[in-house]
Each structure stands twice: as structure tokens, then as C-alpha cells.
């Protein structure tokens, strides 16, 4: 990964902070247009709580366009590089076939359940620790579930600002 300061991301254009900055929320780059119009950011830290702030203000048509631009954990399907690293790095890669089955079903049951895929930031998680959350949270109710997948969301984009921006 590319590693920035904070001035430099400070004083980009518009185009290149989208560019540079925008990945981090998964096909989501309106968020980090929106961002743009707040510099300068005193720190990253500040940029990210601008960039969530951002996403908790939206409509939640927005939001779920959001959740919907994520994944399904360990998809067969083409994946953002910063997706397939992530998932790799916790073994989603090397799945079974029955590893792989149950996680499909499980995939499935929670779409039908909530209209987006399951969302979990994986880093420091196993494939294990993946199967247990998955199958208390398909029990959640809609606002439960929309909620926890926002911050989960939260996490994977402040894992990503973290390697981008020093």
C-alpha cells in the first residue's frame, strides 16, 4: 500500500483524493467526495470520523446501497484486491467444499433475511470465528442488523485508511 501524511492527503484535488481515498468504503467513492469538502483534516483519525459521519447522515437508501456494495464473505466471484487480500488473510480463500457450502447457505439465509450480504470486518477473525457470528446475527432483527453492518463497515474502511494514510 501506498502510505500518506496527512498534509499531502490535504492538499490533494478533489479527483485524486476520490482516487486515492474513496477505496476504502467499498464502491462507495460519494463518500469520500463528500469527505473532500472538509479539509484540511487535522489527522487521520479526524478524516475517518468525517467519512463516518458522512455515512451515518445519509438516507438509508444510501446506507444500503452501501451494504450492498460489499461482498459475500468468501465469494468464488471476483473481488476488489482489497477485498481478496482481506478475506485471503483469514483463510476464506482455502475454503472446503462443505466449509465452502456452509458458507454459501449461510450467505444466503442472511440476503434472504436482509436484502445485503453479511458484513464483517475478517482482519484478526477466523473462519470459525466468521461461521459463529453469521449464525447468531441472522437472527437479529432488520435495525439490529443494519446497524452492526455499519459498523463493520466502519471498521474494514478505518483498517484500510490505516494503511493507506501514516
Same mark, same amino acid.
Not at 482489497?82 to 449461510?106: I, N, T
Not at 439465509?109 to 450480504?117: D, T
Given at each position: 500500500?501506498?502510505?500518506?501524511?496527512?498534509?499531502?492527503?490535504?492538499?490533494?484535488?478533489?479527483?485524486?483524493?476520490?482516487?486515492?481515498?474513496?477505496?476504502?468504503?467499498?464502491?462507495?467513492?460519494?463518500?469520500?467526495?463528500?469527505?473532500?469538502?472538509?479539509?484540511?483534516?487535522?489527522?487521520? +483519525? =479526524?478524516?475517518?470520523?468525517?467519512? &463516518?459521519?458522512? !455515512?451515518?447522515?445519509?438516507?438509508?437508501? %444510501?446506507? #444500503?446501497?452501501?451494504?450492498?456494495?460489499?461482498?459475500?464473505?468468501?465469494?468464488?466471484?471476483?473481488?476488489?484486491?482489497?477485498?481478496?487480500?482481506?478475506?485471503?488473510?483469514?483463510?476464506?480463500?482455502?475454503?472446503?467444499?462443505?466449509?465452502?457450502?456452509?458458507?454459501?447457505?449461510?450467505?444466503?439465509?442472511?440476503? +434472504? =433475511?436482509?436484502?445485503?450480504?453479511? &458484513?464483517?470486518? !475478517?482482519?484478526?477473525?477466523?473462519?470459525? %470465528?466468521? #461461521?459463529?457470528?453469521?449464525?447468531?446475527?441472522?437472527?437479529?432483527?432488520?435495525?439490529?442488523?443494519?446497524?452492526?453492518?455499519?459498523?463493520?463497515?466502519?471498521?474494514?474502511?478505518?483498517?484500510?485508511?490505516?494503511?493507506?494514510?501514516?
Amino acid at each position: 500500500m501506498i502510505e500518506l501524511g496527512i498534509e499531502q492527503v490535504n492538499q490533494m484535488n478533489k479527483e485524486e483524493f476520490v482516487r486515492k481515498v474513496g477505496w476504502v468504503f467499498e464502491h462507495s467513492p460519494w463518500i469520500a467526495e463528500k469527505a473532500w469538502e472538509s479539509r484540511p483534516f487535522p489527522s487521520r +483519525e =479526524a478524516l475517518m470520523q468525517t467519512m &463516518i459521519t458522512i !455515512v451515518q447522515q445519509a438516507d438509508a437508501s %444510501s446506507q #444500503l446501497q452501501l451494504l450492498r456494495a460489499h461482498p459475500d464473505l468468501g465469494t468464488r466471484l471476483k473481488l476488489t484486491s482489497a477485498s481478496q487480500k482481506e478475506q485471503a488473510g483469514v483463510g476464506l480463500d482455502k475454503l472446503s467444499k462443505e466449509e465452502y457450502d456452509e458458507l454459501s447457505s449461510l450467505n444466503q439465509r442472511y440476503v +434472504e =433475511a436482509f436484502s445485503f450480504p453479511f &458484513i464483517m470486518a !475478517v482482519k484478526g477473525q477466523s473462519k470459525e %470465528s466468521i #461461521l459463529s457470528a453469521m449464525k447468531e446475527r441472522v437472527h437479529h432483527t432488520y435495525e439490529e442488523e443494519c446497524a452492526k453492518a455499519l459498523q463493520e463497515v466502519y471498521k474494514i474502511a478505518t483498517f484500510r485508511l490505516n494503511e493507506t494514510i501514516r
